[in-house]
């Protein structure tokens, strides 16, 4: 399946990267995010099953790039693309209050 994106590269189907249940469970466990949360690559929703209800979210596959996004947010949480991680991280950053 083909990839919108905004940046230049490519991503690749290894660099489709789901994370397990149990893991984004235990994540969101420990860390305990509240506030306003941003899941900026959603997936398959491992994290969203584990975060408040009114957590924002994109995932590229279902038309909403994380790279558009620009409001504020307290939380980041997810699983980031490997391929751009550098690009990825930059990001977030401008969108942390």
């Known amino acids: ?29 420990y860390f305990k995010p509240s506030g306003r949360i941003l899941e900026p690559s959603c997936g398959d929703g491992a994290f969203l099953r584990h975060l408040p209800a009114n957590t924002e979210w994109c995932e590229i596959e279902k038309g909403r790039d994380f790279f558009t996004w620009h409001d504020c947010v307290d939380w980041i949480i997810g699983n980031p693309p490997y391929m751009i991680y550098d690009q990825w991280m930059a990001h977030s950053f401008e969108l942390i209050s």
């Open 1 to 29: 399946m083909a990839q919108l994106q905004l940046l230049p590269q490519t991503l690749t189907p290894g660099d489709i990267v789901y994370t397990p249940d149990w893991v984004a469970r235990d994540m969101v466990d």
